[in-house]
């Protein structure tokens, strides 16, 4: 019965920014570790950014490092501050919610037990 929904997705231009927002329904909040991936077409889902149960402790993918932004608002919902985005940036972007126990399993799809259906994000040149 738990439901995590995406949001803030959308068509832009190299350069721009766009925030994404993640609310998790269906639980009652707590401090869970939450990330977000990204895949693109014919690509593998891919690591951006994931948040730790201590709100300081964050993880950040080599390819957006500098430029996204993983934060918190609650304990049920999670922004994602893209910056300078280029098309390479463009990808369906997946909220993923209660990981494994522990830091290490934070950057692996297999960790998290619910997953959002996604926003689609487009970079054009």
């Known amino acids: 019965q738990v439901q995590v929904v995406e949001s803030g997705g959308g068509l832009v231009r190299t350069g721009d920014s766009l925030r994404l927002s993640c609310v998790v329904f269906?639980?009652?909040?707590?401090?869970?570790?939450m990330a977000w991936f990204r895949q693109g077409s014919g690509n593998e889902r891919e690591f951006v950014a994931a948040?730790?149960?201590?709100?300081?402790?964050t993880f950040y993918g080599d390819s957006v490092k500098g430029r996204f932004t993983i934060s918190r608002h609650n304990d049920s919902t999670l922004y994602l501050q893209m910056t300078n985005l280029t098309p390479d940036d463009t990808s369906v972007y997946y909220c993923?919610?209660?990981?494994?126990?522990?830091?290490?399993?934070?950057?692996?799809?297999?960790?998290?037990?619910?997953w959002g259906q996604g926003t689609q994000v487009t970079v054009s040149s």
């Open positions: 948040a730790a149960r201590s709100a300081a402790t």
């Open positions: 269906g639980r009652t909040p707590d401090t869970y570790a």
């Open positions: 993923a919610d209660e990981p494994m126990s522990g830091t290490s399993w934070l950057r692996d799809t297999g960790a998290y037990t619910y």
